[in-house]
Nanobody, 122 residues
């Protein structure tokens, strides 16, 4: 089972930036499909950004043009650069290498690691 650790969250003012990092114990993070997900209280996790093999990306409409997903394959790390942050971006951010999560974040059997809290507030 791939062990994933999300980090880089924090408190930032509206309009600010943060970069999240997801590191893994296997090369899945550096080479396979990966997604960043966000969960807010009372809501299910939603896909924010995804990257697949051979490196195509997709984004939720709400973050297009502001967020960028990228990876450092040599370090088995995937990043989420978040710019022009808005209060609506507040939530716990998770990463996941299971492609089933792209289609349904409640898919039976999905495993989720510890997320990182992002709070956008003045």
């Amino acid at each position: 089972q791939v062990q994933l650790v999300a980090s880089g969250g924090g408190l930032v003012q509206p309009g600010g930036s943060l970069t999240l990092a997801c590191t893994g114990s296997t090369s899945d993070v550096g080479h396979g499909p990966m997604g960043w997900y966000r969960q807010t209280p009372g809501n299910r996790r939603e896909l924010v950004a995804g990257i697949t093999t051979p490196g195509s990306t997709n984004y939720a409409d709400s973050v297009k043009g502001r967020f960028t997903i990228s990876r450092d394959s040599a370090k088995n790390t995937v990043f989420l650069q978040m710019n022009s942050l808005e209060p609506e971006d507040t939530g716990v951010y998770y990463c996941n290498s299971d492609p089933r999560a792209f289609f349904d974040t409640n898919y039976p059997g999905l495993k989720w690691g510890q997320g990182t809290q992002v709070t956008v507030s003045s």
